[in-house]
T-cell receptor, first 117, second 116 residues
Framework: KAGVTQTPRYLIKTRGQQVTLSCSPI?????VSWYQQTPGQGLQFLFE???????NKGNFPGRFSGRQFSNSRSEMNVSTLELGDSALYLC????????????????FGPGTRLTVT | GNSVTQMEGPVTLSEEAFLTINCTYT??????LFWYVQYPGEGLQLLLK?????DKGSNKGFEATYRKETTSFHLEKGSVQVSDSAVYFC???????????????FGQGTILTVHP
């Protein structure tokens, strides 16, 4: 079974621009979560999508947004980029239980390395 | 809120040495606990997990036991190899209301270097 894929793997943007990152979960996984990893702040939760609905959100400004499509693929968007947005953005997918939507282990993609100049 | 505290690193060991990386947590309910490993330039790989008290997770020679009384989930390996050099993250999954939705709270990570 193919793992979680993320595109692009590397991205360089300029301050003020916007960026869209893409994530394809493991086949059959309906929950997709996004995380930001930086040397200073470590791994921080951005948001989670399940059945095309955001059901969890971390403490990030509104410039960070996301969505999930009917095939469970997800995108995240960052508008008006700032230097501090430079980070590794990780996507993770989970096999949420059909009856309850509960999630246990998450499987991560390789990440998208975003550099803002 | 929920939090995870890992022992400060980096940890440097010789091959075949015994490894312990301490992890303690604070949570308002009964979380699921995980250890993830990250190799240079890669994403996180799930190493092992435990979903209830006294569960022992194990994989590739690594073990960790979910101790509710001490709120701990320490990672151990009896004999490390050079290939175990990586960053190790302890994490928990528990949202407000006690539902295990897809939000992991991570520790700060521990860098492990193993020398031949």
């Amino acid at each position: 079974k193919a793992g979680v894929t993320q595109t692009p793997r590397y991205l360089i943007k300029t301050r003020g621009q916007q960026v869209t990152l893409s994530c394809s979960p493991i086949s059959g996984h309906r929950s997709v979560s996004w995380y930001q990893q930086t040397p200073g702040q470590g791994l921080q939760f951005l948001f989670e999508y399940f059945s095309e609905t955001q059901r969890n959100k971390g403490n990030f400004p509104g410039r960070f947004s996301g969505r999930q499509f009917s095939n469970s693929r997800s995108e995240m968007n960052v508008s008006t980029l700032e230097l501090g947005d430079s980070a590794l953005y990780l996507c993770a997918s989970s096999l949420a239980l059909a009856t309850t939507g509960l999630v246990y282990e998450q499987y991560f993609g390789p990440g998208t390395r975003l550099t803002v100049t | 809120g929920n939090s995870v505290t890992q022992m400060e690193g980096p940890v440097t060991l010789s091959e075949e040495a015994f490894l312990t990386i301490n992890c303690t947590y604070t949570a308002t309910g009964y979380p699921s606990l995980f250890w993830y490993v990250q190799y240079p330039g890669e994403g996180l790989q799930l190493l092992l997990k435990a979903t209830k008290a006294d569960d022992k997770g194990s994989n590739k020679g690594f073990e960790a036991t979910y101790r509710k009384e001490t709120t701990s989930f320490h990672l151990e390996k009896g004999s490390v190899q050079v290939s175990d050099s990586a960053v190790y993250f302890c994490a928990l999954n528990l949202n407000a209301g006690g539902t295990s939705y897809g939000k992991l709270t991570f520790g700060q990570g521990t860098i492990l270097t193993v020398h031949p």
